[in-house]
């Protein structure tokens, strides 16, 4: 079994930054995959940034350059990195790892971040 808790969001005037964290526990395996997925009110789900193979990373276009996906290996935890935040960024901010065999996915609680404009 797989824990994901999320931890950073809040409330942040536009153009502000946060940093998102999300530390799993339980059975990691090294082939498991994290990222970050987020759904704001009215929308459905959709990827923010994940890591793929090889340790690439992987961004939805609409936060390129602004938000930056990083992990500690050694605590089992991925940060989202915020900047230059806008209300269209408004979210749930969900936490998501991946497992390859069996196909599986785990999520967080999700963490809630509202940008005021």
């Known amino acids: 079994q797989v824990q994901l808790v999320e931890s950073g969001g809040g409330l942040v005037q536009a153009g502000g930054s946060l940093r998102l964290s999300c530390a799993a526990s339980?059975?990691?395996?090294?082939?498991?995959?994290m990222g970050w997925y987020r759904r704001a009110p009215g929308k459905q789900r959709e990827l923010v940034a994940f890591?793929?193979?090889?340790?690439?990373?992987n961004y939805a276009d609409s936060v390129k350059g602004r938000f930056t996906i990083s992990r500690d290996n050694a605590k089992n935890t991925v940060y989202l990195q915020m900047d230059s935040l806008q209300p269209e960024n408004t979210a749930v901010y969900y936490c998501?790892?991946?497992?390859?065999?069996?196909?599986?996915?785990?999520w967080g609680q999700g963490t809630q971040v509202t940008v005021s404009s």
């Open positions: 339980g059975s990691i395996f090294s082939t498991d995959v």
């Open positions: 998501n790892l991946r497992r390859l065999l069996p196909d599986t996915d785990y």
């Open positions: 890591f793929i193979s090889g340790g690439k990373t």
